[in-house]
């Protein structure tokens, strides 16, 4: 099929790229629920298909035959054309989707990349993709004569009972060899009938999709044979650890992982084990897989219970998680964040007025508070300066009661906690008399705004009791946000040399006023810019990331079984030497061609997978606003001058209660 866009034609979609485009559920931003393994052979499928109709092999019930092996220029398809070349045995198409399985994965990141290179899909954060707006969902034209989108096509050759193109009756071979036609249309017995019949129209697709349905009926019989035992770590091994007294917990799973492998278990007394999965490969399959095994709401379902929620984002998992994320994606977006940029240059002056030259401010509250400054009039439009601390203190205990689970949960119920409870009671006080109509009139929208709204169209799916929890995590993203800029700050103070450099792109910014959104691009602020990536690797807030495996699976070759709980490290890769060289020397040249070593997996600061951090990309333009107006105003010191960072791992990743800044000089005068 081939797409143009008035009259430059482009290349031709491919059987890979329209199956894609078939199996695509928008509803969830993924695939329609087809396990990755029969995934896998329907994609080979495909590429077999598509090289059978280019002449370069044929197929038939019994065989699979080389015919030329002239590369087709196709990055999709070489690789499998080659590997078919390089064998001396004829084989059958069971044989070769079997064995070139493995090879889907790249073929379908290759595909998904092609067609949100055309502007077929559009990609979004949390590797999700929809069809992209420019498209439409029903026509991709074709000059005056028009081409129509897959599913309408297949729908029509279905229902209509249009002639299918051959190429067509192989896309629906492979989609019925999936068994996913129910979920993508409502089928009668006539439907199903017609299915059939012209899956057995050609002899090219009957032969592809009998191939394909043999593996699939095949795959349940592997993971128990081929699994290995997920070994156990001792004990000592944890008390020993030099990273683990530091309470460097990326550095402790990169030394698990170095001697036990990527998947290993730890058993404390008085509890269960503990599964951990941590590597870039494993780092890869959660990224692309773990949707269809992982879910987050078992371990989240008693945290969210304390505000007296249910359903919340990060509890949720498929359509409903895609949905929601969806409807909230502007609140937590950069461009929105970008607009309000003045008003956030005028908090953060403000909140630094109250800064004295010579003195020393404990890391963790100054820059936690410094951060709440602004999001919580950017977020919920109130100031909440007074009542921060019980909102954070409280939050923290219930992490480390309900989710890190090392206390117990009376420890929530202490009368400090009781009394700190009541900070949630007065913000969701003040977020509502802020956001009547008449107060709202005039002002830029907030997430408040954009939850409510969206409470009032659809209050089964955001009811009102969910909105304490969507408030108050707003404002508790302080303490990420916060700790993120400690970690940016230590980077920056602990090396003078660097500091001086960062001063000098801030001085370049704020020489002629104030800057706006497209000024904080890398290139003009490229030391910066690095310097936070590096700060995000070595420092990570969130190390690791909990779910429940809610169907077994096998993942490099260990079998996860069903109901058990996983700790994926996905920052462990932060301290492997094959990913980033010297991994405990801060260089921010990592960045630079030829090394780029933050490109692949290995680099995951903000999590991985669907539940990867909607305000990724928010967090990065603040964090980046906020280094660079210190840098601007004041040089730091580390205090005390010989202090050696040390973590507080718990509930999240932040400096050690020791560290201190010193206000060693002011460089600007601070203008309001």
């Not at 530091?246 to 503990?274: M, S």
Request: charged share 20%; hydrophobic share 40%.
């Amino acid at each position: 099929m081939v797409l143009s866009t008035g009259d430059v034609t482009t290349n031709p979609l491919s059987l890979a790229d329209e199956l894609v485009l078939m199996l695509l559920n928008e509803e969830n931003g993924y695939f329609h629920q087809v396990p990755g393994w029969d995934l896998n052979c329907a994609v080979i499928g495909a590429v077999l298909a598509e090289l059978s109709l280019m002449a370069r092999i044929d197929t038939d019930m019994e065989s699979l035959f080389l015919l030329d092996p002239t590369p087709t220029g196709n990055p999709a398809l070489d690789p499998i054309l080659a590997e078919i070349a390089a064998e001396q045995v004829q084989r059958s198409a069971q044989y070769w989707i079997e064995r070139l399985a493995p090879h889907a994965e790249s073929i379908i990141d290759l595909t998904l990349d092609h067609l949100v290179d055309r502007k077929i899909l559009q990609h979004h954060n949390g590797d999700f993709w929809t069809l992209a707006h420019t498209k439409g969902d029903v026509e991709l034209f074709n000059g005056a004569g028009g081409i129509q989108f897959v599913k309408t096509r297949i729908s029509q050759a279905i229902f209509n009972k249009e002639i299918p193109h051959p190429r067509d009756i192989i896309i629906i071979c492979l989609v019925n060899a999936c068994d996913v036609f129910r979920f993508m249309f409502q089928l009668d017995e006539e439907a199903e009938e017609r299915i059939e019949f012209i899956c057995n129209m050609d002899l090219l697709g009957r032969s592809i999709a009998a191939a394909v349905s043999h593996n699939m009926a095949g795959a349940f019989l592997r993971p128990s044979a081929l699994s290995k035992k997920i070994p156990v770590v001792p004990l000592r091994k944890l008390l020993f650890n030099s990273n683990m007294r530091q309470g460097n917990i990326p550095a402790l799973f990169a030394d698990l992982a170095k001697e036990y492998g990527p998947a290993f278990q730890l058993r404390p007394p008085f509890v269960g084990p503990k599964i951990f999965l941590a590597g870039p490969e494993m780092n890869h399959w959660v990224n692309r897989s773990g949707r269809m095994y992982l879910r987050a709401k078992d371990y989240f379902s008693d945290f969210e219970k304390v505000y007296g929620a249910n359903g919340v984002l990060p509890s949720l998992d498929g359509a409903d998680h895609f949905r929601l994320r969806k409807s909230m994606a502007p609140a937590y977006s950069r461009r929105r964040l970008a607009g309000q940029l003045e008003d956030v240059f005028g908090q953060i002056r403000e909140h630094m007025t109250t800064w004295e030259v010579g003195d020393s401010y404990p890391a963790t509250s100054m820059c936690r508070r410094l951060v709440n400054a602004q999001i919580s009039p950017l977020m919920v439009s109130v100031h909440s300066q007074d009542i921060i601390d019980d909102l954070m203190t409280y939050k923290e205990r219930a992490l480390n009661t309900h989710i890190v689970r090392v206390l117990p949960k009376f420890m929530l119920r202490t009368p400090g906690m009781k009394r700190r409870a009541k900070a949630v009671e007065t913000l969701l006080e003040r977020v509502r008399s802020g956001h009547t109509p008449a107060q709202r009139a005039g002002r830029p929208r907030d997430l408040a705004d954009d939850f409510l709204s969206l409470h009032a169209s659809d209050p089964q799916f955001v009811p009102e009791s969910n909105l304490t929890f969507a408030f108050a995590a707003a404002l508790i993203a302080s303490v990420y946000l916060g700790d993120a800029v400690s970690f940016a700050l230590y980077a920056m103070a602990a090396h003078p040399g660097l500091q001086t450099r960062v001063q000098s792109e801030a001085d370049a910014l704020f020489a002629d006023g104030l800057p706006d959104g497209r000024d904080f691009h890398p290139s003009k602020i490229d030391v910066t810019h690095r310097m936070m990536m590096e700060s995000l690797r070595i420092y990570p807030i969130v190390p690791m990331s909990l779910r429940n495996v809610m169907n077994s699976c096998l993942v490099q070759g260990y079998e996860l079984p069903l109901g058990s709980r996983v700790h994926i490290a996905q920052t462990a890769t932060h301290y492997m030497e094959d990913v980033f060289p010297e991994p405990f020397k801060f260089d921010i040249d990592r960045y630079l061609p030829p090394r780029l070593e933050h490109q692949g997996p290995g680099y995951a600061p903000y999590g991985l997978g669907t539940h990867k951090c909607l305000g990724s990309r928010w967090m990065e333009l603040q964090l980046t606003t906020n280094v660079l107006l210190v840098a601007h105003h004041f040089t730091l010191e580390v205090s005390p001058s010989n202090y050696k960072l040390k973590f507080s791992p718990l509930p999240s990743l932040k400096p050690s209660k020791k560290l201190k800044f010193r206000i060693a000089e002011q460089r600007n005068e601070i203008r309001l």
